[in-house]
């Protein structure tokens, strides 16, 4: 299957939501192929030609909004669906 057609399972968003380090980064890491691709820009040089390349500041940025997003994410009432 391929990586961003997987679901992260649900004791690792647990974890992640309770803050372990380990589960965080498992979460950054299962949606990095997502965050670069949307943060690749197009730029149009002088003489017509596109260049595409990866904004580093935008990454950066997306990935700490993740980050900063994860501790609330509702996990009420999935207790019993684990």
Sequence with gaps: MDKEKELIDYPTIKAAV???????????AHYAGYIEETCTVEVKGSDGSVRKYVDEDMKQTVTQHLIAEIPKFPLAGQEDEA
């Design 18 to 28: 309770a803050g372990e380090a380990w589960a965080i980064e498992k979460v950054v």
